[in-house]
C-alpha cells in the first residue's frame, strides 16, 4: 500500500506560480512512477506530467515550459513547480503512483495510488 497526501493548492492570478507538494508513505516510492492528472469541472482527468524512478519524464503539452516535475526520495515527496499559470490550469490536481511497468504512463489507469486531490484556482 501507498497513502499519498497533496498539498500547495490555492487562489492565484494568472502569470502567478504555485508549487504543489506530494508526500508519499507506505511501500518503495523511489521505485515507483510518479504523476501529476488534473481534473477540471466538467471535464475528465488530464494527465500533466510524470516522472519515473530514473527521473525521466514527460510533460504534456499543454504545461510544457510552465510547469516542472522533481523528486525527493530521502522525504520520499515529489514536487509540482508550476509558473506562468493560466486560467485553464484551474483544476483539483491528483498525485498518483504507480508500482508497475507501464508502456504509457500518461494513462490514469495505470496508477495504482492516489491522494485526494489539492485544488489549484487561477484567476484572470
Known amino acids: 500500500q501507498m497513502q499519498l497526501v497533496e498539498s500547495g493548492g490555492g487562489l492565484v492570478q494568472a502569470g502567478g506560480s504555485l508549487r504543489l507538494s506530494c508526500a508519499a508513505s507506505?511501500?518503495?516510492?523511489?521505485?515507483?512512477?510518479m504523476a501529476w492528472f488534473r481534473q477540471a469541472p466538467g471535464k475528465e482527468r488530464e494527465f500533466v506530467v510524470y516522472?519515473?524512478?530514473?527521473?525521466?519524464?514527460r510533460y504534456a503539452d499543454a504545461v510544457k515550459g510552465r510547469f516542472t516535475i522533481s523528486r525527493g526520495n530521502v522525504k520520499n515527496t515529489v514536487y509540482l513547480q508550476m509558473n506562468m499559470l493560466k486560467p485553464e490550469d484551474t483544476a483539483i490536481y491528483y498525485c498518483?503512483?504507480?508500482?508497475?511497468?507501464?508502456?504509457?504512463?500518461?494513462?490514469?489507469?495505470?496508477?495504482?495510488?492516489w491522494g485526494q486531490g489539492t485544488q489549484v484556482t487561477v484567476s484572470s
Open positions: 498518483e503512483a504507480s508500482a508497475y511497468y507501464s508502456s504509457n504512463y500518461a494513462h490514469p489507469g495505470e496508477y495504482n495510488y
Open positions: 516522472i519515473r524512478s530514473d527521473s525521466s519524464t
Open positions: 507506505g511501500r518503495s516510492f523511489s521505485s515507483s512512477t
